[in-house]
C-alpha cells in the first residue's frame, strides 16, 4: 500500500509539471531551473496564446497582435524578459503589466501605439530596459514614467513626440540611456532634464528643436555623450552647458545656430569632441571656448562667420584638430590662432582671407597642416609677416596661393626686402612707417627728403641769386632775398 501511494505522488506531480509547463502549439520552448523561455516569433498570433506559468521570457515579436488585456499577464509573475515588437498595437492600456514586478526587459517597438495610458506601467518596479521606439507616440503624460526606479534604458525614438513635460522624466536617477531622437520635439523646457545623476547618452538629435530654455540641462554630472544636431536651434544662450563635468562629446551641427552668446559653455572639463559646422553662426566673440583643457576637436566649418575676436580660442592646449574651413572670413588679426601647442590641423580653406596680420599665429609647436586653400590672399607688403612666419616653420604644409596664384612659399625673399622693417633705414630724424600699398618708406621731417630723408629740400630748391630757407613751422623751403621771401631770386641790374 506504501508503494502504491508513492507511485500515485509521482503521477500526480508529474501531470502538474505537464499541465504548469504546457508550451503553446506552433510556439518552441525550452525549460531550464529559472523556467521556460517561449519563443511564438512570426507565428501569425492576433493575440498573446496561454503561457507556462513559470515563464521567464517570452519573444512573440513580429506577429499581428493588436491588443494586450488586463487578464493576459496575470499567472507570469516569473516573467523577466518580454519581446512584443514588430506587432500591431495601438495603445497600451492600464495596468496591463501590473503583476509582472519581476519584469526587467519590455520591447514595444515597431508597433503602431499612439497612445500610453499613465499608469501602463504601474508596479512595473523591477523594469531596467524599457524599449518604445518607432511608433506613433505623441504625447507622453506626465506620470507615464514616474514609477519605473530601476530604469536604465529608455528608447523612444522614431515618433511623433513633439513636446517634453517638465516632470517626465523626474524619479529616474538610475537613468543611463535616453534615445529621443526623430521626433518632433521643439524645444526644451526648463527643468526637463535635471538631477538625472546617472544619464550618461542623451540623443535628441533630428527632431525639430528652435529652443533651449535655460536650466532645461542641469545637475547632469555623468552625462557624456549628447547629441542635438539636425534641429533648428537659433542660438546657444549663456549657461546652456554648464557643469557637465563628463561630457565627452556635445553635436550640435545641422542647426540654424547664428549666435553663441559668452558662458555659453562654461565648466566642461571632460569635452573632447565639439561639432559645430553647417549652421549660421556668424562671429566667433572672445573666449566662446574657454577653459576646454582636454577639447581635441572643434569643427565651425560651412558657417556664415565673418569675424574671429582675440582670443576667441584661447587656453585650448590640447586643442588638434581645428576647422574652420567655407566661411566668409576675411582676415586673421593678431592674436587670434595662439598658444596652442598641441594643434595639428588647421584648416581655414574656402574664405576670404586677404591678410593675414602679424601675430596671427603663435606657439603653435606641433601644427603640420595649414589648409588656406581658395582664399584671395594679397601678397603686396602685408604679405610679409606671415610669409616670414611660414618660410621660417618648412614642415607645415600650406597651399596659400596668392590672390594671382601664386603660392606664398615660393615669393622669393629679394621681393619682400622692401617690405622688411628692419631693412628700413631713415636719416636726420625719419621714421620708417607701412604705407597703404604695405611698403615700409621713410616719413621725413622739416627740409630733409628723399627715399632715406637724405637730401635738404635747399639743395633742390632753386633761388637764383638769393638765399634758400626752411620755414621750421611746416618745412617747406623759401627762398630769402634781403629782407623779402619769394619764391625765386632774380640777379641784380647793371
Known amino acids: 500500500m506504501k508503494n502504491g501511494r508513492s507511485f500515485l505522488f509521482v503521477v500526480l506531480v508529474?501531470?502538474?509539471?505537464?499541465?504548469?509547463?504546457?508550451?503553446?502549439?506552433?510556439?518552441?520552448?525550452?525549460?531550464?531551473?529559472?523556467?521556460?523561455?517561449?519563443?511564438?516569433?512570426?507565428?501569425?498570433?492576433?493575440?498573446i496564446p496561454d503561457l507556462p506559468n513559470d515563464t521567464y521570457s517570452l519573444d512573440i515579436y513580429n506577429n499581428l497582435i493588436e491588443e494586450i488585456t488586463n487578464e493576459t499577464f496575470t499567472d507570469c509573475h516569473q516573467l523577466i524578459t518580454l519581446d512584443i515588437d514588430d506587432n500591431r498595437l495601438k495603445s497600451i492600456a492600464k495596468m496591463v503589466f501590473s503583476s509582472l514586478r519581476q519584469l526587467k526587459t519590455l520591447d514595444l517597438s515597431y508597433n503602431v501605439i499612439e497612445y500610453i495610458h499613465p499608469e501602463a506601467f504601474s508596479n512595473l518596479t523591477s523594469l531596467e530596459n524599457l524599449n518604445l521606439g518607432s511608433n506613433k507616440i505623441d504625447i507622453v503624460e506626465e506620470n507615464t514614467l514616474r514609477h519605473l526606479p530601476k530604469l536604465r534604458y529608455l528608447y523612444m525614438e522614431n515618433n511623433n513626440i513633439s513636446s517634453i513635460n517638465a516632470i517626465t522624466f523626474k524619479e529616474m536617477p538610475n537613468l543611463y540611456y535616453l534615445y529621443l531622437h526623430n521626433n518632433k520635439i521643439q524645444s526644451i523646457e526648463s527643468n526637463t532634464f535635471v538631477n538625472m545623476t546617472n544619464l550618461y547618452y542623451l540623443h535628441l538629435y533630428s527632431n525639430e528643436i528652435s529652443t533651449i530654455k535655460p536650466s532645461a540641462l542641469l545637475n547632469l554630472p555623468s552625462l557624456r555623450y549628447l547629441y542635438l544636431y539636425n534641429n533648428k536651434i537659433q542660438s546657444i544662450e549663456s549657461n546652456t552647458f554648464v557643469n557637465m563635468t563628463n561630457l565627452y562629446e556635445l553635436n550640435l551641427h545641422n542647426n540654424e545656430i547664428s549666435t553663441i552668446k559668452q558662458l555659453a559653455f562654461v565648466n566642461l572639463p571632460s569635452l573632447r569632441y565639439m561639432y559645430l559646422h553647417y549652421n549660421k553662426i556668424r562671429s566667433i566673440e572672445s573666449n566662446t571656448f574657454v577653459n576646454m583643457t582636454n577639447l581635441h576637436v572643434l569643427y565651425l566649418y560651412n558657417n556664415e562667420i565673418s569675424s574671429i575676436k582675440q582670443l576667441a580660442f584661447i587656453n585650448l592646449p590640447s586643442l588638434r584638430y581645428l576647422k574652420l574651413s567655407s566661411n566668409e572670413i576675411t582676415s586673421i588679426g593678431e592674436y587670434t590662432f595662439v598658444n596652442l601647442p598641441l594643434l595639428y590641423n588647421l584648416e581655414?580653406?574656402?574664405?576670404?582671407?586677404?591678410?593675414?596680420?602679424?601675430?596671427?599665429?603663435?606657439?603653435?609647436?606641433?601644427?603640420?597642416?595649414?589648409?588656406?586653400?581658395?582664399?584671395?590672399?594679397?601678397?603686396?607688403?602685408?604679405?610679409?609677416?606671415?610669409?616670414?612666419?611660414?618660410?621660417?616653420?618648412a614642415?607645415?604644409?600650406?597651399?596659400?596661393?596668392?590672390?594671382?596664384?601664386?603660392?606664398?612659399?615660393?615669393?622669393?625673399?629679394?621681393?619682400?626686402?622692401?617690405?622688411?622693417?628692419?631693412?628700413?633705414?631713415?636719416?636726420?630724424?625719419?621714421?620708417?612707417?607701412?604705407?597703404?600699398?604695405?611698403?615700409?618708406?621713410c616719413d621725413c621731417i622739416g627740409e630733409w627728403t628723399g627715399e632715406f630723408c637724405q637730401d635738404s629740400q635747399c639743395m633742390t630748391y632753386d633761388c637764383g641769386f638769393g638765399n634758400c630757407f626752411v620755414e621750421p613751422m611746416n618745412g617747406t623751403a623759401q627762398c630769402v632775398c634781403g629782407n623779402k621771401q619769394p619764391t625765386y631770386c632774380p640777379g641784380k641790374r647793371i
Open 14 to 47: 508529474v501531470c502538474a509539471k505537464l499541465v504548469n509547463g504546457s508550451c503553446p502549439s506552433t510556439c518552441s520552448c525550452s525549460n531550464s531551473i529559472s523556467g521556460f523561455y517561449v519563443n511564438c516569433n512570426s507565428k501569425s498570433f492576433e493575440h
Open 348 to 393: 581655414l580653406s574656402g574664405n576670404n582671407i586677404s591678410l593675414i596680420e602679424e601675430h596671427a599665429l603663435g606657439n603653435l609647436t606641433q601644427l603640420s597642416t595649414l589648409n588656406l586653400a581658395s582664399n584671395p590672399i594679397n601678397c603686396d607688403c602685408s604679405i610679409f609677416p606671415f610669409w616670414s612666419w611660414i618660410i621660417e616653420r
Open 395 to 441: 614642415s607645415i604644409g600650406t597651399s596659400a596661393k596668392c590672390s594671382d596664384g601664386k603660392f606664398v612659399i615660393s615669393l622669393r625673399s629679394a621681393e619682400l626686402e622692401k617690405c622688411n622693417p628692419d631693412n628700413c633705414r631713415c636719416f636726420n630724424g625719419g621714421k620708417c612707417i607701412t604705407s597703404d600699398d604695405g611698403k615700409v618708406v
